[in-house]
């Protein structure tokens, strides 16, 4: 499940302070939900979202009840990110937006470590596949 596809159900954006946190908050609470309910389904789920900076790994990750819970959190040096998001068909740092740079610095020193943290900067994506099922046990949750 992407994060964006419940970002894109809220049709109104923060109109007062502390609005647009707690919009993100409740994205996070029900991708956390329908997780629980594939999962509960017999389904194996991957949820891809942004969740870092304060509490916010912390608190998305206790809303998910099912277990075994995996978090693989991938770290990309900003003007990778940049280079690779410019390549995509609908890039996500358009002007007017937060860019990578704005944002880098939140998941590298404003959020626990929790779970496996790649460095995919160097990385084509089957290597990150490979690094993530080689690590697996690292990136597992404890209760």
Known sequence: MNGDALLRMVVTGPTEPGEGERQLRLRHRQGAWVADSFFGAGFGVVVEDNVYGGDLLDSSV????????????LLTEPTVANR??????????RPGRWSADELDPAPRH??????????????????????????????????
């Open 62 to 73: 206790a809303a998910i009840a099912a277990r075994p819970l995996l978090v693989v959190v």
């Open 84 to 93: 690779r998001d410019s390549e995509r068909d609908r890039p996500a740092y």
């Open 110 to 143: 404003d959020t626990p470590r929790l779970g496996l943290w790649i460095d995919d900067s160097t990385q084509e994506p089957e290597a990150t596949v490979e690094e993530i099922l080689s690590r697996w046990v690292e990136a597992i949750v404890r209760p």
